[in-house]
């Protein structure tokens, strides 16, 4: 695929993703006489998350697949949510169950996230799919990271000997991000808020991909002419939503950058809609 403007267009990417979806969907519904399935949980009022799960719903109802939704206020205890997540991974119409990150403050999310089991673990948020990823192994990878490869693929970017630097080191995403680069055989570094000089490392990056949650992190100054930029930074300012990327002033400096919004977050969502459909397409072979 290409540009003409160096911006990458995810919301275009997902919406042929999503109609691939859709067929399949379709299929396995004629196979198996029921729709996939999608389980979520949703903890508290957070708006964002509260925001992220009706959107994740609008496009499993525009794909056909069946949502199972529960919500807990956010006083609900730890044993509360741990019964409504056994509920749903228990719940035959379930192939893939999704608890909204983060947690309301003063709940553990790792007692949650191994409630899930890898098979149904459709964020790959699970230590089993997390080191299935690390080990190149069959499993299933966070459905940011894995949506981020998918954009690169489209547009063309060539990651064998690239120098990488992520920006990030979550569980979630900067690690497996990482990960999958690794696999494609480019060279990648790791840095994080902390780093010190952060901008000197960022400026050798080939594909530099911010995932700090920090907005305007990253300024042209900190970008290698012709890089490939990847915002996965999205934060909700007095202003709008904002990435990481100081978007207007890097599209002048990289060859390619991806927006907020209408970057890495429509790839999010049509990967997870790919990832439901897998997962029960292996559920239904079991």
């Not at 997902?14 to 949703?42: D, M, N, Y």
């Not at 911010?210 to 202003?239: F, H, N, Q, W, Y």
Request: aromatic share 2%; net charge negative; with cysteine.
């Amino acid at each position: 695929m290409t540009t003409n403007d160096g911006v990458i267009d995810g919301t275009a990417v997902a919406a042929r993703i999503r109609a691939t979806v859709g067929a399949g969907v379709q299929a396995f519904s004629a196979e198996h006489g029921r729709a996939p399935g999608l389980g979520t949980l949703l903890v508290g009022d957070n708006p964002a998350s509260r925001t992220y799960v009706r959107m994740k719903h609008r496009a499993c109802a525009e794909v056909g697949i069946e949502s199972i939704h529960h919500v807990l206020p956010a006083d609900a205890s730890q044993e509360d949510v741990l019964r409504v997540t056994q509920e749903l991974v228990a719940d035959p119409r379930v192939d893939g169950v999704l608890v909204q990150m983060p947690l309301p403050a003063g709940l553990d999310p790792e007692p949650v996230i191994l409630a899930v089991p890898p098979e149904k673990d459709v964020d790959g948020f699970h230590p089993f799919n997390l080191g299935s990823v690390a080990s190149e192994l069959p499993g299933t990878p966070s459905c940011t990271p894995a949506g981020v490869m998918t954009l690169l693929d489209t547009y063309g970017v060539e990651l064998a000997g690239a120098d990488a630097v992520v920006i990030g080191r979550s569980r979630t995403v900067g690690m497996p991000m990482a990960l999958l680069l690794l696999h494609r055989n480019a060279t990648v570094t790791v840095t994080h808020l902390l780093t010190k000089d952060l901008a000197a490392k960022t400026r050798t990056a080939d594909v530099l991909i911010s995932a700090a949650g920090a907005p305007g992190l990253v300024t042209a100054d900190m970008v290698k002419p012709g890089a490939v930029v990847i915002d996965i930074g999205i934060t909700r300012t007095p202003e709008g939503l904002r990435g990481d990327v100081d978007f207007d002033a890097v599209r002048e400096v990289a060859s390619l950058v991806s927006p907020v919004p209408g970057g890495v977050g429509p790839m999010t969502i049509a990967t997870l809609l790919e990832t439901t459909l897998r997962l029960a397409w292996d559920r239904a072979a079991r």
